[in-house]
């Protein structure tokens, strides 16, 4: 069974830091790009950010470039995402996902961990 259980998510000031964490299992890691996505009240769902399964390569939207790493350590099977400088534009639901099409099109997605950013 695939199971992504995202964690790292809490209530920080704007211009502070969090670190997402996304655990994977169920499936091989390498297989699968894997990505954060976000959801905010009233909003559609945005793809954030993505990796690549192929070369490493990295995908970020526009409104986080230079503020937010994607990460993957294989060995333990999980992705980060560590968030600098948050605004509270940022203040969502984070999910992470998977799927072998850059994160166009995910198969597997986790629960979510909530990220609210303060004034």
């Known amino acids: 069974e695939v199971q992504l259980v995202e964690s790292g998510g809490g209530l920080v000031q704007a211009g502070g830091s969090l670190r997402l964490s996304c655990a994977a299992s169920g499936f091989t890691f390498d297989d699968y790009d894997i990505g954060w996505f976000r959801q905010a009240p009233g909003k559609e769902r945005e793809g954030v950010s993505c990796?690549?399964?192929?070369?490493?390569?990295?995908y970020y939207a526009d409104s986080v470039k230079g503020r937010f790493t994607i990460s993957s350590d294989n060995a333990k099977n999980t992705v980060y995402l560590q968030m600098n400088s948050l605004k509270s534009e940022d203040t969502a639901v984070y999910y992470c996902?998977?799927?072998?099409?850059?994160?166009?099109?995910?198969?597997?997605w986790g629960r979510g961990t909530q990220v609210t950013v303060s004034s």
């Open positions: 996902a998977v799927d072998r099409y850059y994160c166009t099109g995910p198969q597997y």
């Open positions: 990796i690549s399964r192929v070369d490493g390569s990295t």
